[in-house]
């Protein structure tokens, strides 16, 4: 399973953006996938996660209401769209395979990582 974040980049206060994730293994389709991110001196926190079929979500308390996570199965890609984005969302976003279908909020549920994509959002 090869995953692969982008997106990211640098934003205001109050805009908007939206993160993709490829996954290059059709078999991932399947499994449920989530987004975490790490800010500088902080550890890694989840953000959001999805189950394999786009039924349920679940999000982070300071992103509720704000961001938003969906998948094209076909397609096999992941989206986190983040509205209202704040300075303290200052970031590197991962997503991540969980190991079975379901959401899942925790590290431990994550089996396959990819590569970050920074998000910097100034004030």
């Known amino acids: 399973v090869q995953l692969q974040a982008s997106g990211g980049g640098l934003v205001q206060a109050g805009d908007s953006l939206r993160l993709s994730c490829a996954n290059s293994k059709r078999t991932s389709s399947n499994n449920g996938m989530g987004w975490f991110r790490q800010a500088p001196g902080k550890e890694r926190e989840f953000v959001a996660t999805?189950?394999?079929?786009?039924?349920?979500?679940y999000y982070s308390d300071s992103v509720q209401g704000r961001f938003t996570v969906s998948r094209d199965r076909a397609k096999n890609m992941v989206y986190l769209q983040m509205s209202s984005l704040k300075p303290e969302d200052t970031a590197v976003y991962y997503c991540?395979?969980?190991?079975?279908?379901?959401?899942?909020?925790?590290?431990?549920?994550?089996?396959?990582w990819g590569q970050g994509t920074q998000v910097t959002v100034s004030s």
């Open positions: 999805i189950d394999w079929n786009g039924g349920r979500s």
């Open positions: 991540a395979a969980a190991r079975g279908a379901w959401a899942a909020t925790s590290e431990n549920d994550y089996a396959y």
